[in-house]
């Protein structure tokens, strides 16, 4: 409601490159891994892999728009992480149990936060004739939402603010 219609298909494509950086926060710890454990010919095996699948995303998806093409890109990204992680895994003994039960409860909490959000703002909408006042309501409302959120996080040892201090 902030911009206007015509940017939706961007905002869309915006999505998919932050889904996609999300998405390759795990293959980038793969190449440093295999590195360390003196298999840089698999380092480079995994890399071309990746790329070539990409590239052939890239091909296969660009005639359907930016936004395939797009959401193309985050899928394969998606795909060389959890490869990336199984490659891992065989190479060393790694407990994905215990980080997949955290991930989940992360993820758990982050739609909960976005599902409350997206209903805070419409029931402040729907109260509020003023468009853009109702946004920046809603934005403040969720802000503090959000420090609640965080300290939960926190809380549940999900999130560690360590990581803002180094």
Do not use: C, N
Request: charged letters at 10%; aromatic letters at 10%; a positive charge.
């Amino acid at each position: 409601s902030f911009f206007r219609p015509e940017y939706m298909p961007a905002a869309v494509v915006a999505s998919a490159f932050a889904a996609k950086a999300l998405f390759g926060a795990g293959e980038m710890f793969v190449e440093p891994f295999l590195a360390a454990k003196g298999r840089t010919g698999v380092a480079m095996a995994f890399g071309s892999v990746s790329t070539g699948a990409m590239v052939l995303a890239v091909l296969i998806s660009a005639p359907f728009g930016l936004q395939v093409l797009s959401w193309a890109q985050a899928a394969i990204t998606l795909l060389a992480t959890i490869a990336g992680l199984v490659l891992v895994g065989r190479m060393e003994r790694i407990d994905f149990g215990g980080a997949a039960v955290r991930f989940a409860e992360a993820a758990g909490l982050v739609a909960i936060y976005g599902g409350v959000l997206l209903l805070l703002y419409r029931v402040i909408a729907g109260a509020i004739d003023h468009q853009q006042g109702a946004l920046v309501l809603a934005a403040v409302i969720g802000g503090i939402l959000g420090l609640g959120v965080l300290a939960l996080s926190y809380h549940r040892k999900l999130f560690y603010l360590k990581v803002f201090s180094d």
